[in-house]
């Protein structure tokens, strides 16, 4: 028998470490990390090799992640998004989300809304909102 392949019929993105990223984009990426952290404490976030996660109020489950997406570095899992090179915003939807989501490996099955952190946004506004997502400490 050949090997079994998986077949992803929503998309994934599997990041690589983050040191592997542009150094502008992992600043950018960590010095929002830093401010979200300010505001939800450091208990509930976590650093991991390849994105940055905000646990929610009322679990431990993942509430936000902080990511990013360089063209040919990781892998895109299903369809491809056609991700700009940059920093991510996911926000973690409850159930069975509908409409364009991603999840991040190794729990493909999670959804997220996404966006890209775009240049002029005001990284403590988008701290502000990551912290509101997460819910109150």
């Known amino acids: ?9 929503e998309t994934s993105y599997q990041t690589v470490r983050l040191a ?12 929002l990390f830093r401010l ?11 650093e991991y090799p390849g ?35 940059g920093v991510y915003v996911l926000i973690r939807l ?5 409409g364009r989501t991603i999840g991040v490996a190794p729990k493909h099955h999670e959804r997220f809304a996404y966006f890209r952190l775009m240049d002029d946004q005001d990284p403590a506004q988008m701290a ?3 912290a509101a997502c997460a819910g109150a400490r």
């Open 51 to 85: 994105s940055f996660s905000v646990l929610a109020a009322s679990s431990d489950a993942t509430a936000a992640k902080i990511m990013i997406y360089e063209a040919g570095k990781g892998k895109m899992n299903g369809p491809d998004l056609r991700f700009a090179d």
């Open 128 to 130: 502000d909102f990551i």
């Open 36 to 46: 979200v952290a300010e505001r939800v404490g450091i208990s509930r976030t976590r």
């Open 20 to 31: 592997e990223y542009d150094p502008a984009l992992l600043r950018r990426a960590s010095a």
């Open 1 to 9: 028998m050949g090997t079994m392949e998986l077949q992803f019929t």
């Open 94 to 98: 409850p159930g069975h989300a509908t």
